[in-house]
């Protein structure tokens, strides 16, 4: 089972940026998706869980800038962060919930059975 986060870079605040999370292994139609960040110096902290239905919660740092859909074609989860600010600039990492659906404590990284390698976002301004 292997997760993949992919898709960050250098941007200028105010842009936008999709990453990727692709899976081999293990089916992302059964698995709710959760996406985490971490800053230098702070705590990974989850930003977004999206279900299997398509439902998505987020946390108030990114909620109304955040999207994420999944190709099924591809196995693949993408999100979408729009209007970037300097403190979005973290590692973003994917991981796959033991279940399906997205739950309050879907901020809980014990949540979560695997893990991608982490893709880093760097938001100047």
């Known amino acids: 089972v292997q997760l993949q986060a992919s898709g960050g870079g250098l941007v200028q605040a105010g842009e936008s940026l999709r990453l990727s999370c692709v899976a081999s292994?293990?089916?992302?139609?059964?698995?709710?998706i959760g996406w985490f960040r971490q800053a230098p110096g702070r705590e990974r902290e989850a930003i977004s869980c999206f279900a299997v239905n398509g439902d998505t919660l987020s946390t108030d740092s990114v909620r109304g800038r955040i999207t994420v859909w999944r190709d099924k074609a591809k196995n693949t989860v993408h999100l979408r962060l729009n209007s970037l600010k300097p403190d979005d600039t973290a590692v973003y990492y994917c991981?796959?919930?033991?279940?399906?659906?997205?739950?309050?404590?879907?901020?809980?990284?014990?949540?979560?059975?695997?893990w991608g390698q982490g893709t880093q976002v760097t938001v100047s301004s």
């Open positions: 292994g293990l089916n992302l139609d059964v698995y709710a």
């Open positions: 991981a796959a919930d033991g279940g399906s659906f997205c739950y309050r404590d879907y901020v809980d990284v014990e949540r979560y059975d695997y």
